[in-house]
């Protein structure tokens, strides 16, 4: 089974400045898709960035971008110029490739890491 | 409107009473599934839908049951509810690529 990790609980980060959260993960597959999602206060979830596993490069959207190492299993996000609204919850997740068509799209997620940011 | 809508939003309820969360979504997604989000374990699967009157069972699914008889709803219902099943319950879609997952609203669910 696969299982997904997020050993920081809470992090902060100075308004304008760079924080990176981690994520490490462990599965036996090689074909899937790791997603960050963003919970604000909301509940909403809101997908960030989405980085498939056979693409070698680095997905970035705007002021977010990952760190994909997929041999040491590590899945990083760079939230860069940090903003207050990016005060949230974010989930690290895992997603196995369908193309086999057994894995239905269910997802399997790290414990989350509560990020503030200090104006 | 499009998307992906549960109801209620906010639910009190009383230990051994049956609930039912339910989740409608609009875009004919295949495939539908139940999370529960809990402090300290992110969001864990209930129980999934690939198909209409096709389920099965997630990684905590004791305790609750759900059906799929029309491929737009899959309610979710706590036979007898407990306090530890007080939680915050998100309903999900996904085509059947399964490349993106989209999110309802979540539903917080207190049981006294």
């Known amino acids: 089974a696969q299982t997904v990790t997020q050993s920081q609980p809470e992090m902060s980060v100075q308004e304008a400045e760079t924080v990176t959260l981690s994520c490490t993960y462990d599965t036996s597959e090689s074909d899937y898709y790791l997603f960050w999602y963003k919970q604000p206060p909301s509940r909403q979830m809101i997908l960030v960035i989405r980085?498939?596993?056979?693409?070698?490069q680095n997905a970035t959207e705007n002021r977010f971008s990952v760190n994909f190492q997929k041999a040491a299993k590590s899945f990083s996000l760079k939230i860069s110029d940090s903003q207050l609204g990016d005060a949230a919850m974010y989930f690290c997740a895992y997603l196995l490739s369908n193309a086999g068509g057994t894995s239905y799209g269910k997802l399997t997620f790290g414990q989350g890491t509560i990020l503030t940011v200090h104006p | 409107d499009a998307g992906i809508t549960q109801s209620p939003r906010y639910k009190i309820t009383e230990t051994g009473r049956q609930v039912t969360l339910m989740c409608h979504q609009t875009?004919?997604?295949?495939?539908m599934f139940w999370y529960r989000q809990d402090l300290g374990h992110g969001l864990r699967l209930i129980y999934y839908s690939a198909a209409a009157d096709i389920t099965d069972k997630g990684e905590v699914p004791d305790g609750y049951v759900v059906s799929r008889s029309k491929t737009e709803n899959f309610p979710l219902t706590l036979e007898s509810a407990t306090r530890s099943q007080t939680s915050v319950y998100f309903c999900a879609s996904n085509n059947r690529m399964g490349t993106e997952a989209f999110f309802g609203q979540g539903t917080r669910l207190t049981v006294v």
């Open positions: 980085q498939e596993a056979y693409k070698q």
């Open positions: 875009w004919s997604h295949s495939y």
